[in-house]
């Protein structure tokens, strides 16, 4: 009787049980960076109405935030995870030093940011290119953060 397959996992339908746990994790990470920005700016602009002594909108403002960031965001998040973030996530070996989370960290804000800042150009040579920046620095950072600290759970070994 043949030994079942050993935990590194040579059998098909198990690579693609791996590959399917791989697409999970970074759907999660990019969902985790996009609440990030959302949490941010809403906290942001929920400050500023408040400093303004715009108590009874400051919760409103906060939320409106919080959604249109998470929602907006979203979209241009998940259309950059289908183009690259996800091919990353499965090509990139685990032992990488890439996985490491500051350096993962790093290079997340650095390719959000410039992702971006060329979208915000599209909006003409006045573009937000600064708000667009520091939203696309804060969905990259945490969605590399998230993606570093949860690939044990979710990447091959």
């Not at 919080?66 to 259309?79: D, E, N």
């Not at 060329?118 to 953060?145: D, K, M, N, Q």
Request: hydrophobic share 55%.
């Amino acid at each position: 009787r043949p030994a079942p397959p050993a935990a590194g996992l040579s059998c098909p339908a198990c690579k693609s049980m791996n590959t399917g746990r791989e697409i999970v994790g970074s759907l999660c990470a990019v969902a985790a960076g996009t609440l990030a920005c959302g949490l941010s700016w809403g906290a942001t602009f929920f400050l500023t109405a408040l400093w303004k002594g715009e108590v009874k909108d400051a919760v409103q403002i906060g939320l409106v935030y919080v959604f249109f960031f998470f929602f907006i965001g979203g979209a241009l998040a998940f259309v950059t995870w289908a183009a690259a973030f996800v091919w990353i996530y499965l090509y990139v070996p685990r032992e990488s030093p890439l996985w490491e989370w500051p350096i993962c960290t790093l290079c997340g804000g650095i390719a959000g940011a410039v992702i971006a800042a060329v979208v915000a150009r599209f909006y003409g040579p006045e573009g937000p290119i600064l708000w667009f920046g520091a939203s696309g620095l804060i969905v990259g950072a945490a969605t590399c953060l998230f993606a570093a600290l949860t690939a044990p759970r979710f990447k091959r070994q």
